[in-house]
């Protein structure tokens, strides 16, 4: 791990809240002038410690109304067909997040937005259980998200 200090920590938690902040006010409010702010930026991108810069959609605005959370159990456990169903779920447009899992009786945890039971239906039916590997599924659906963060804790 890169060392950070607590400016570093003080700029990383400002531009997770708000990635959109300019170079100028983000100097200001970590007290330093802007040039060097931004080559504080810099490092912590090329370091890796900032991924990425995006801007979180609200599902429900945009007709995603079901989050399902779904459990996969493959037919075998090898590295290839872990690898498959890794690629072929990402292709899939409704997979949000995959997690590999241990401690339950399935390998894989994903978390899906769909519109409604309808959509669920159709992906479920027609994709996911039709990829290579797949050989049970068992989903719990959402019913609300009452912590849901995006700012890490540093």
């Known amino acids: 791990m890169t060392n950070i200090d607590n400016i570093d920590r003080q700029i990383l938690r400002i531009v997770q ?3 959109k902040i300019s170079n100028l006010e983000l100097a200001e409010r ?3 002038s802007p040039t060097p ?3 504080r930026v810099k490092h912590l991108e ?5 991924a990425q810069h995006i801007t ?4 429900e605005k945009l007709g995603l109304n079901l989050t399902a959370m779904i459990s996969v159990t493959m037919d075998r456990h090898t590295a290839d067909r872990f690898e498959k169903f890794e690629r072929d779920a990402t292709a899939l447009p409704e997979v949000m997040e995959c997690y590999v899992v241990t401690g339950q009786d399935s390998d894989f945890l994903i978390k899906v937005l769909v519109r409604d039971m309808r959509h669920y239906e159709e992906f479920l039916l027609r994709r996911l259980t039709k990829l290579e590997g797949v050989s049970g599924v068992h989903t719990s659906f ?3 998200q009452p912590i849901n963060k995006h ?4």
């Open 17 to 19: 809240e708000d990635a």
């Open 30 to 32: 970590v007290n330093l």
């Open 37 to 39: 702010c931004a080559r």
């Open 46 to 50: 090329d370091a890796g410690i900032i």
């Open 56 to 59: 979180l959609l609200d599902p």
């Open 142 to 144: 959402v019913l609300r």
């Open 151 to 154: 700012v890490l804790p540093i």
